[in-house]
């Protein structure tokens, strides 16, 4: 019996794209929901949608509107950090393409 020492390889993940663009999904979610559990973080995006008449009277009366979930996402707690750093650096290189020099285009503080 031989043992084999542990081999060490670096490597980047990357997202596998389909083969063909009707393969393809992007779904929209402009609302999301964030809970967590002992073990996870779980956001569920949803895509809320303009009211009718009959949304907003529901509205009135339960005081909360209703709204199609689009994809739950429960994430271990090791890479949260990681997607908040992602998330940040986004918006900032987003702010930092849509601004003059030495302007912020939103004012700091938490983006719901």
């Known amino acids: 019996m031989s043992t084999t020492p542990n081999k060490q390889i670096n490597f980047t993940i990357v997202p596998d794209e389909p083969g063909s663009k009707s ?10 929901a964030v809970a967590h559990s002992p073990f996870d973080l779980t956001i569920t ?26 994809a739950r996402i429960a994430l271990p707690f090791g890479v949260v ?3 908040i ?7 900032r290189a987003m702010q930092a ?16």
């Open 23 to 32: 393969e393809a999904t992007r779904t929209y979610a402009n609302f999301c």
């Open 45 to 70: 995006f949803c895509d809320v949608r303009p009211l009718s008449t009959d949304d907003i009277r529901q509205a009135e009366q339960s005081e909360t509107v209703r709204a199609p979930i689009v």
């Open 97 to 112: 393409a849509q601004s003059p020099e030495g302007t912020q285009p939103w004012p700091k503080g938490p983006t719901h």
């Open 85 to 91: 750093n992602a998330l940040q650096e986004q918006l």
């Open 81 to 83: 950090p990681g997607l």
